[in-house]
């Protein structure tokens, strides 16, 4: 009886992840690597570009003192940015910050200390969030920033990435999902509550 329930609870999980859908094919949409792609752009006002899709972004760079990073992504409709994984950390100074604007350009200096401006920031490294880890809700929480929670709605964002101390590589994995349609969301509880009475 228990097996035949998981049966059912699976097969009905799988119809509503297709309905919402999602595939492996739409994993590792984009990958951006400084090693081979060249360096991601120093200039704010003309931040590098980087195509994103639904799945896993990764951003890898190599910064150190005076090398910072911008970079712009564009959050197509229906979608959004879910999460920034710290997907890799080397380097001997453990802490690097991150930066996030509203828009196609940075429009806050790198020598200013008022980030009213900005939507979000954090520092990040091996220690805080982690390897592995979500750090978008760091930076939703920059003190003195706009400040968000939960993901980034469709729309286009500018992000500043720099180490001021010993040079370091890092990973960041841009999480795109779909933001399912409402009838999907309907039909998804239906579904659920299908599975629990025939549990019982």
Not at 8 to 37: C, F, H, K, Q
Not at 123 to 145: K, Q, S, T
Not at 159 to 170: I, K
């Amino acid at each position: 009886m228990r097996i035949t329930m998981n049966r059912a609870a699976m097969t009905g999980l799988i119809a509503t992840t297709a309905l919402l859908g999602l595939s492996p094919a739409d994993a590792w949409a984009s990958d951006y690597d400084e090693a081979v792609n060249g360096d991601l752009s120093g200039d704010r006002l003309a931040p590098t570009v980087l195509s994103v899709g639904v799945g896993s972004n990764r951003v890898s760079a190599n910064s150190g003192p005076g090398d910072r990073e911008y970079f712009s992504i564009n959050v197509g409709s229906g979608l959004q940015l879910s999460a920034i994984v710290l997907d890799a950390f080397a380097g001997d100074d453990p802490r690097a910050f991150i930066g996030v604007q509203a828009g196609s350009v940075f429009t806050v200096d790198f020598s200013t200390q008022d980030p009213s401006s900005l939507l979000g920031y954090a520092l990040f490294g091996p220690f805080d969030p982690g390897v592995g880890n979500d750090m978008l809700p760091l930076i939703g929480e920059g003190p003195g920033a706009i400040g968000f929670t939960g993901p980034l709605a469709a729309g286009v964002y500018t992000f500043w990435a720099q180490q001021t101390g010993a040079a370091s590589t890092y990973t960041l994995d841009l999480q795109i999902t779909q933001i399912p349609e409402p009838s999907v969301l309907a039909l998804f509880a239906c579904t659920a509550i299908t599975l629990r009475r025939r549990a019982r």
